[in-house]
């Protein structure tokens, strides 16, 4: 088993051979057996685990990083062992992970420790008591050439799904809240026509407890079912935000260089809209709606002319809904999109204050922004107008609907068709049919604004990422021999070209220069090696192999990079330096901030190589910036080394 580490540089020496990864071992043991070729460095590289050893969290994450289905079982008993698919990999103490390889008829087991690289047939009893009761199931995905999806409702069904226990249990909460519903206007009715009329004392301690403990039950209900609800939703959200955001991080360059910065944040800030419709109200109503049907069947059973006041009304909710969509829906979308403007020229007068300041444009900023926030406030205030004008609406017909049911009803008394009390349990189940119904109109709303919410999200979602290699091949370090055949490029179609009929041969370890006035495409071709642009025609090859067939990110770490404005994050030092090989040792991010002309100045701030910079590296200068980007590109010992006006 090839080493993790082993194209990663001098920095790689911190993983020690010693103590080799076995859950990285364990992962392409079993990756091999399913013929998808696993490259450990690149798969340490994906999962972003630097010195950390694989959990059995990042094995099911390996694994689905390299085309395979990955699954987490724990805390399993023996027995489970006999009926789980092999190759399997188990759990071991100190944290340690083997091979399941096959089970044997006399009990023995085939242990196959990638760590130790060892293989043993061991007695399942000498076994189990090593065995920390974690399997992970890898399998090989029916077809891994998988089709880009177009984004929507379906993108979350996986995620959801995956937390179906105790969204059951929520739904089966909310039937037995609806069942204390219905129980307790039969109980209104038993007072009225009964304990009233007949002085029944007994009866009425008895209906009055009931009551008491009734409403205990549904109290507990409810708070259990919005405690399950919130802590499912919150787990979902981890793990919807977790996707789009590594879905953000695969798509091209390009992408971003063509969206404004405040429209992807806002786009992004739109998943929150559609999960909270998901797990919130479509969830609770998904069984709303057989009760109002059930409730409406018993209010026939009550009075058949009262009830026909109720459905008739029904068709008027709808009603209201249906005029009100288009322009309910126009009028989000247009608030999400002065939403989008706004966040995005705040974005940037912040991040560019310090031009607004050299240039005293404050008071035009000031002006500018009051344009862009009136206009969304107007647009915001037209919506929730339209919206209002629909609930009062609804309120009204539910309001007549009410009166109708009251003065119909009271002559059914007064002819004696009804009772007192058949009456007002009438009215309290009547509630309990009008009350989905106007939670479902909102519902119909917020589903205008979760469209929306989709359409924004899908500009993201459905922007197909960069290719990859579907599995890491065994890639050797690049040597650095650049060979450019014939590459043109342009940005847009249509547009003139920027790089035409372009060829280069640059054997490794050479020193070349390319000058040439602003614009003409010195960092445009930069950028076509590093695979950040495809080329319209023509090939780029690294060590005679055409970077359109490697792996973007085992290329990109061949390559270091020091462009022309060099971003620093809001981390130490230390930790910007060795941002790209985190395995690194103190030793060596000194040796390379030496090499980068930095040790000097960095051993001069507060707390040296710990000291935190400041977002954009604001405390530090222009040069000093520059140094510490020339360290973090030398970090990874690269065979290509990009100065871009550096």
Not at 333 to 340: D, G, K, P, T, Y
Not at 625 to 631: G, M
């Amino acid at each position: 088993m090839q080493d993790a580490a082993a194209q990663a540089g001098p920095g790689a020496a911190e993983l020690p051979a010693a103590r080799p990864d076995s859950g990285l071992g364990a992962l392409a043991l079993v990756a091999s057996f399913h013929q998808i070729p696993c490259e450990p460095a690149q798969v340490r590289h994906d999962l972003g685990l630097g010195q950390a050893a694989m959990s059995a969290l990042d094995i099911v994450r390996g694994a689905r990083r390299l085309g395979l289905k990955g699954r987490l079982l724990q805390n399993q008993n023996p027995a489970r062992l006999d009926s789980i698919p092999l190759p399997a990999i188990l759990e071991v103490e100190e944290g340690r992970f083997v091979v399941l390889g096959r089970r044997f008829d006399d009990g023995k087991l085939r242990i196959i420790d990638p760590a130790a690289r060892t293989a043993e047939h061991v007695d399942a009893e000498a076994f189990l008591p090593r065995w920390t009761g974690t399997i992970v199931l890898i399998a090989r995905r029916a077809n891994l050439q998988t089709a880009l999806h177009h984004f929507g409702l379906t993108w979350f069904v996986p995620s959801v799904w995956r937390y179906r226990k105790p969204l059951t249990t929520v739904l089966v909460a909310s039937f037995f809240i609806q069942i204390c519903a219905l129980v307790t206007p039969i109980f209104f009715q038993i007072t009225i026509d009964k304990v009233l009329v007949h002085r029944g004392y007994s009866t009425l301690t008895l209906v009055a407890v009931g009551l008491v403990v009734l409403g205990l039950f549904h109290v507990v209900l409810q708070y259990l079912r919005g405690y399950i609800l919130t802590h499912t939703a919150s787990r979902i959200d981890v793990e919807l935000g977790a996707r789009l955001f590594d879905h953000l991080m695969r798509l091209p360059l390009g992408y971003f260089e063509t969206r404004p910065a405040g429209q992807t944040v806002a786009r992004v800030r739109e998943l929150e809209t559609v999960r909270n419709f998901l797990t919130g109200q479509a969830l609770t109503s998904a069984i709303d709606v057989p009760f109002t049907l059930l409730f409406l069947a018993i209010l026939y059973f009550y009075s058949p002319l009262l009830a026909l006041i109720v459905t008739l009304s029904i068709p008027c909710y709808i009603l209201v809904a249906v005029l009100l969509r288009p322009i309910l829906r126009d009028k989000t979308l247009e608030r999400f999109n002065r939403s989008a403007l706004s966040s995005q020229f705040l974005i940037e007068s912040v991040v560019g204050i310090h031009t607004v300041k050299a240039l005293a444009v404050e008071p035009t900023l000031k002006s500018q922004w009051e344009e862009r926030l009136a206009a969304y406030v107007k647009t915001s205030f037209v919506a929730g107008l339209v919206a209002s004008i629909g609930q009062n609406a609804i309120q009204y017909i539910s309001k007549v609907t009410t009166a109708l049911v009251l003065f119909f009803g009271a002559y059914a008394v007064m002819n004696g068709e009804l009772t007192v009390g058949s009456l007002i349990a009438f009215n309290m189940i009547m509630g309990q049919v009008t009350a989905p119904i106007l939670r479902l109109s909102q519902l119909w709303q917020d589903f205008q604004q979760v469209k929306v919410s989709l359409e924004r999200l899908g500009d993201v979602l459905n922007c197909p990422p960069e290719t990859r290699a579907l599995a890491q091949a065994h890639l050797p370090p690049a040597k650095g021999q650049v060979t450019v055949r014939g590459v043109s490029f342009r940005y847009q179609p249509g547009t003139p070209e920027v790089l035409k009929d372009v060829s280069l041969d640059i054997p490794a370890g050479q020193v070349i220069g390319i000058v040439g006035p602003s614009g003409s495409g010195k960092s445009t071709f930069t950028k076509l090696l590093q695979r950040l642009y495809v080329p319209e025609k023509g090939q780029v090859l690294v060590d005679g192999v055409d970077i359109a067939q490697v792996d973007p990110a085992w290329l990109r770490r061949q390559i270091g990079v020091v462009l022309q404005e060099n971003l620093l994050f809001n981390k130490t030092v230390f930790e910007n330096i060795a941002l790209a090989n985190p395995g690194l040792s103190r030793a060596q991010v000194m040796q390379v901030a030496r090499l980068a002309g930095a040790d000097e100045f960095i051993n001069r701030l507060p707390l040296g190589y710990d000291t935190p910079i400041e977002e954009r590296g604001a405390n530090l200068s222009g040069g000093q910036r520059q140094r510490l980007a020339i360290a973090r590109a030398l970090a990874t010992n690269p065979r290509i080394l990009i100065l871009d006006e550096a």
